[in-house]
């Protein structure tokens, strides 16, 4: 199921990295998604010059597009994993990121259970943060 794939990858990645910040966990999917899609040949280019090759065109161009999990579903799976011990989450505020309200910003992030939100690991997933702020915000 296209859902179980998606919490596997992310509990890769969590395992692999140590943490993930909620925030990203869309972009993650749609990045591991498009890239399987091309391995696999998904983005074929169709030549020909009828209407048929229209149709098949914009049919591999949205087969090649996948559909974004929404929140609830992300939820979802840091419940899921988070009872099965996989993960811990963690509210992380970050520092002199202050939002329209005034308020210090306040983000989740999925954390390996032996991973302690400290030092220099905290310092990694505030740069990641922001790092990924400015990613997003370019596009």
Do not use: N
């Not at 400290?118 to 505030?126: K, N, Y």
């Amino acid at each position: 199921q296209q859902s179980d794939a998606r919490m596997r990858m992310l509990l890769a990645r969590v395992r692999e990295h140590g943490f993930v910040v909620r925030q990203e966990i869309r972009s993650l999917v749609v990045a591991a998604e498009v890239e399987a899609a091309a391995k696999a040949g998904c983005g074929i280019a169709v030549s020909g010059g009828g209407s048929g090759s229209k149709e098949l065109s914009a049919a591999v161009a949205s087969a090649a597009r996948p559909t974004l999990p929404d929140r609830k579903t992300i939820t979802r799976w840091g419940d899921m994993l988070e009872s099965a011990g996989e993960i811990k989450r963690e509210m992380v505020t970050l520092p002199l990121s202050k939002m329209y309200s005034g308020q210090l910003r306040q983000l989740e992030v999925y954390l390996r259970p032996d991973v302690v939100l400290e030092g220099s690991t905290l310092t990694a997933v505030i740069d990641r943060i922001r790092t990924f702020d400015k990613s997003s915000r370019q596009t």
